[in-house]
């Protein structure tokens, strides 16, 4: 996530806001005032944001004050001219009391904001950092619109005020809200790191002029789709401006490719991965401590294999025990001129690469929009969604704002970095739903019946494997290595041997088990695509917009020498010369296929997973007609396929399976 987001209470802000964030993550000197400090620290000023602000008598862009900080953040919600509004009631005969009511924005709180940070890719700040003047502003300013976008979304969308007993009653604030943007430059490691830190006050007003606070928890459930959200328009945004292209890039085996700048270099990124190096270290001496934890009859405290929730705490401990102190901040021109030195002399890659990373992303991005066309099916998307978003989640149940955040990151996968329409994704929301969802809210409070709250599960389901189950590995002893003889107990580890070495079980990660799930359904939608002629291009190119670089076959071979079979390259996956007769007929969807070793990784992924997996309840409605087909894809493992609207376009042909018409062989184009 490129979003992160954190509550700020009024004691909070004297201690830390003010001191440190609003001077670019510096230590702020005593009675400095702020204005100088920002000077000092070479960052600019904090800016205002949002549509709250006409109801405040403040502007869109205009530099924030200390003396609003402290009135809206930190003395529990006032209006930032408070002091101004105490002063003009007192002189107008007003008593303290009603003076000091007059200055406040409703009740109290002692939460008074929350801090969203935003940050773009790793290779975005990277062009910021490395490039030109020119280049430096057109990312800046992608940046500063992706932001606002977000803004708007969540005053659109997401906020609400709670009133009422319990605050058993949301409405949208329909004037905005109001909030406060700052500008950092680097990381704690010293590295680059463009991000601001936006301070949201929870201060809003409703229709009858009161004023009410923002429910938080609706902002922290849609921190992942804001996410999505924001890096879909920087990543457009950017390269629109400078014709470049991203690509999807695995970072580690397992779970979701990242989409980067294309022609970036990874050892760039590593070297602005000092941080994460760090963490992974430490990492992995509290994965060993966890599974070699005993308590005092000399069992194992936690189970001998780390799951992912395991995983998540021991890296945000990792985290805390890593984190550096702060630096001194120092202007972005002594930082750029450091850190292209820095990079040519430290990162491993060629200095002519570094000076010319513009032009190097450039020619990567001419290749791959000549070989990826943005083709985005509706359909298929809605079905990568949904498998996805089925399996990733515990219990196979999830809200429409699971199902944004992941249309979202499915359609910057398949752009590659170009804008789309707007709408595109809540259209690929309701395709799942209305296609691939069933339902199964049961309503208990005003909060349950509002479509965001809404529950859902897939129409298709996931059953674990049989009954019986394979005792977990438990972990080795980490002073002992292997012997060569399986009968002899292992040897004595040296005292210097890397703990890196040492050999921790892992629950296997689910996103393989979403590719999977994806591949099976897909299958059936493109065997019923057969009957839309002329639809069978667009499946294939979306899929192959889908794909990452390094499955992509290579480019098609001259006519002349048509005939021949093309060489097998690196991860080679279509098979070009169905693909080439599927341009020529554009009615057959079979041409694309995935491997046969990424297949079998995929499923032994999932076989592996299937221990955790839990039979799931049939909730179809009762006198439903049986007319679902089952076929086994791993073993033990089932997919269920329901056969209503497997195709979501209406007029569509929609053959249903029943047992009179149901395929003797596994499908055809499927991962079984």
Request: proline letters at 6%; one cysteine or more.
């Amino acid at each position: 996530m490129t979003v992160d987001i954190r509550v700020v209470r009024a004691g909070q802000m004297y201690r830390y806001y003010l001191r440190e964030t609003v001077v670019g993550d510096g230590r702020r000197p005593a009675r400095t005032p702020l204005r100088a400090a920002q000077e000092q620290a070479g960052v600019p000023v904090g800016r205002w944001m949002g549509r709250g602000l006409a109801v405040l008598g403040l502007a869109s862009g205009e530099e924030v004050t200390e003396a609003q900080l402290r009135n809206l953040f930190g003395e529990r919600g006032r209006h930032p001219y408070a002091d101004r509004i105490e002063a003009d009631r007192l002189a107008a005969g007003d008593s303290p009391k009603q003076a000091f009511k007059a200055g406040a924005l409703g009740r109290r709180v002692t939460v008074t904001g929350v801090d969203f940070v935003f940050r773009p890719q790793p290779t975005v700040y990277l062009l910021w950092a490395l490039g030109d003047e020119e280049t430096c502003r057109v990312i800046e300013a992608a940046h500063e619109r992706a932001i606002e976008r977000v803004l708007e979304w969540i005053e659109d969308e997401v906020a609400v005020i709670r009133y009422g007993k319990d605050g058993i009653y949301r409405v949208r604030p329909p004037g905005g809200l109001v909030a406060a943007r700052f500008r950092h430059y680097e990381a704690r490691s010293g590295r680059p790191l463009l991000h601001d830190h936006l301070l949201l006050s929870v201060k809003g007003q409703r229709l009858d002029g009161k004023w009410g606070s923002i429910h938080t928890l609706a902002l922290h459930e849609n921190t992942v789709a804001a996410s999505a959200l924001y890096n879909e328009i920087v990543a457009s945004e950017v390269c629109e401006a400078l014709g470049l292209a991203t690509e999807p890039r695995t970072v580690t085996p397992g779970r979701r490719p990242v989409m980067e700048i294309a022609g970036v270099p990874h050892e760039l990124i590593r070297w602005t991965s000092r941080r994460s190096d760090q963490i992974a270290a430490c990492l992995t001496e509290l994965e060993h401590e966890y599974v070699t934890a005993v308590d005092d009859d000399g069992e194992l405290r936690f189970l001998p294999v780390v799951s992912e929730r395991a995983r998540a705490k021991l890296n945000a401990i990792a985290a805390r025990r890593t984190r550096p102190s702060k630096q001194s901040a120092r202007p972005l021109a002594q930082l750029r001129a450091w850190w292209e030195a820095s990079a040519i002399l430290t990162s491993g890659v060629a200095a002519d690469v570094i000076t010319s990373l513009l032009e190097y992303a450039r020619a990567a991005a001419a290749a791959i929009r000549a070989r990826v066309a943005a083709v985005v099916d509706v359909a298929l998307a809605a079905v990568d969604v949904a498998a996805t978003v089925f399996v990733m989640n515990a219990g196979g149940c999830f809200h429409r704002r699971h199902l944004l955040a992941e249309a979202r990151r499915h359609l910057a996968l398949v752009l590659r970095g170009r804008r789309r329409d707007p709408g595109l994704d809540d259209q690929v929301v309701a395709a799942v739903i209305s296609t691939h969802c069933l339902d199964i809210s049961e309503p208990k409070t005003v909060r349950g019946r509002e479509a965001g709250y809404r529950l859902y599960t897939a129409r298709w389901a996931l059953s674990d494997l049989p009954a019986r189950r394979r005792p977990p590995t438990l972990a080795p002893d980490p002073d002992r290595q292997p012997s060569a003889d399986p009968d002899e107990p292992p040897a004595h580890r040296s005292p210097g041997q890397d703990a890196g070495e040492w050999e921790i079980p892992r629950i296997p990660l689910q996103y393989e088990r979403a590719g999977l799930a994806g591949a099976v359904v897909r299958a059936q939608l493109r065997t019923t695509a057969t009957a839309v002629r002329g639809r069978g291009y667009d499946v294939v190119a979306h899929q192959q917009a889908a794909m990452p670089e390094q499955l992509l076959a290579p480019p098609a071979a001259d006519a002349e020498h048509d005939d021949q079979k093309p060489a097998a390259g690196r991860g080679e996956a279509i098979d070009m010369t169905a693909l080439r007769a599927l341009r020529e007929s554009r009615t057959d969807v079979e041409a694309l296929d995935l491997t046969a070793d990424r297949l079998r990784r995929l499923q032994d992924g999932f076989a592996k997973a299937g221990d955790a997996a839990r039979v799931r309840a049939d909730r179809t409605a009762a006198g439903r007609p049986a007319t679902e087909w089952t076929r086994w894809c791993a073993p033990g493992a089932v997919a269920r396929i329901d056969d209503a609207r497997l195709h979501p376009r209406s007029g569509a042909h929609r053959p249903e399976w029943t047992s009179s018409n149901q395929p003797d062989g596994p499908l055809h184009g499927s991962v079984c």
